[in-house]
């Protein structure tokens, strides 16, 4: 085969990284921006002339940020941990058992994964509110907690699974419970994994039902608060990209520890 040329290649990366810097600049601007006083706040500058903390001491002083970052990580995690588990579950059920109405239950699953949340979303509100669960995290997290995503893709590891160990396992007295925690999980943890992570980000960045469930920034995830900071002080842009720049930091966190896991979860799941 031969290779490509020089000027080839030079082009290929030219094109990466000024896509790479598209990519960026947003960022960087809202970064730059949060050090930005409000007298500068809209010049054309890439560089604050007179940095200043007083966006970021504002946004901790009117916004309990803390508190709704906690709220963040407790619905990304209760959300993934919920759908793990119900897919868990089910995923085995579907292919270690067979009964009645197995494809249909099947077809209707991979159904329910084409009905967009907003058609059920007033549904889902009306119970939440008669169950007494607004301004809670169990109530943003209760609609979400199966994942019809979930089960299809931990259905189709389920599958390649060799059905021999399975059945070894039964004669050697293993219960269903046990063939799935000591033998199926082990081998198959990289999967789980790199789902729960794309649960997780999925979670984090949820907004639209969390948003009519909360109404006050001490009950809301940091996207409604944002939202909620808006609303109460329009012209404040300065502290809004302080508290931007603040909701950020854990998933940037997050992807430089598990950066490999992360991509590969990408790949995996942006294959099938």
Same mark, same amino acid.
């Given at each position: 085969?031969?290779?490509?040329?020089?000027?080839?290649?030079?082009?290929?990366?030219?094109?990466?990284?000024?896509?790479? =810097?598209?990519?960026?600049?947003?960022?960087?601007?809202?970064?730059?921006?949060? %050090?930005?006083?409000?007298?500068?706040? #809209?010049?054309?500058?890439?560089?604050?002339?007179?940095?200043?903390?007083?966006?970021?001491?504002?946004?901790?002083?009117?916004?309990?940020?803390?508190?709704?970052?906690?709220?963040?990580?407790?619905?990304?995690?209760?959300?993934?941990? #919920?759908?793990?588990?119900?897919?868990?579950?089910?995923?085995?059920?579907?292919?270690?058992?067979? #009964?009645?109405?197995?494809? %249909?239950?099947?077809?209707?699953?991979?159904?329910?994964?084409?009905?967009? #949340?907003?058609?059920?979303?007033?549904?889902?509100?009306?119970? =939440?509110?008669?169950?007494?669960?607004?301004?809670?995290?169990?109530?943003?997290?209760?609609?979400?907690? +199966?994942?019809? %995503?979930?089960?299809?893709?931990?259905?189709?590891?389920?599958?390649?699974?060799?059905?021999?160990?399975?059945?070894?396992?039964?004669? @050697?007295?293993?219960? @269903?419970?046990?063939?799935?925690?000591?033998?199926?999980?082990?081998?198959?943890?990289?999967? +789980? =994994?790199?789902?729960?992570?794309?649960?997780?980000?999925?979670?984090?960045?949820?907004?639209?039902?969390?948003?009519?469930?909360?109404?006050?920034?001490?009950?809301?995830?940091?996207?409604?608060?944002?939202?909620? %900071?808006?609303?109460?002080?329009?012209?404040?842009?300065?502290?809004?990209?302080?508290?931007?720049?603040?909701?950020?930091?854990?998933?940037?966190?997050?992807?430089?520890?598990?950066?490999?896991?992360? +991509? @590969?979860?990408?790949?995996?799941?942006?294959?099938?």
């Amino acid at each position: 085969m031969k290779r490509p040329s020089r000027a080839f290649t030079l082009l290929q990366h030219g094109l990466l990284a000024i896509m790479c =810097v598209i990519a960026i600049f947003p960022l960087y601007w809202m970064i730059i921006s949060s %050090f930005k006083n409000e007298s500068e706040i #809209f010049t054309a500058s890439f560089v604050p002339m007179q940095p200043t903390w007083s966006n970021y001491t504002y946004v901790f002083k009117e916004m309990p940020i803390v508190r709704m970052m906690f709220n963040s990580f407790s619905v990304a995690i209760l959300m993934s941990s #919920f759908q793990l588990a119900t897919g868990l579950l089910a995923a085995y059920a579907l292919v270690r058992w067979r #009964f009645r109405g197995q494809l %249909f239950i099947f077809s209707m699953l991979s159904l329910t994964w084409l009905i967009p #949340f907003q058609s059920v979303m007033i549904p889902n509100y009306v119970l =939440v509110n008669q169950l007494g669960m607004n301004e809670t995290t169990l109530g943003i997290v209760l609609p979400f907690a +199966v994942s019809t %995503f979930a089960i299809l893709s931990l259905y189709q590891s389920f599958k390649q699974f060799p059905k021999v160990l399975i059945e070894a396992a039964c004669i @050697d007295g293993q219960s @269903d419970f046990g063939i799935l925690t000591r033998l199926i999980l082990p081998n198959i943890k990289s999967m +789980v =994994v790199s789902l729960g992570i794309l649960q997780f980000i999925h979670g984090w960045n949820e907004y639209l039902w969390p948003m009519l469930i909360t109404k006050k920034m001490e009950h809301a995830p940091l996207q409604i608060g944002l939202k909620l %900071f808006v609303n109460s002080d329009t012209n404040m842009w300065g502290s809004l990209m302080a508290g931007t720049t603040i909701s950020c930091l854990p998933i940037l966190l997050l992807y430089l520890l598990l950066q490999r896991q992360i +991509v @590969d979860s990408f790949v995996r799941f942006g294959i099938k």
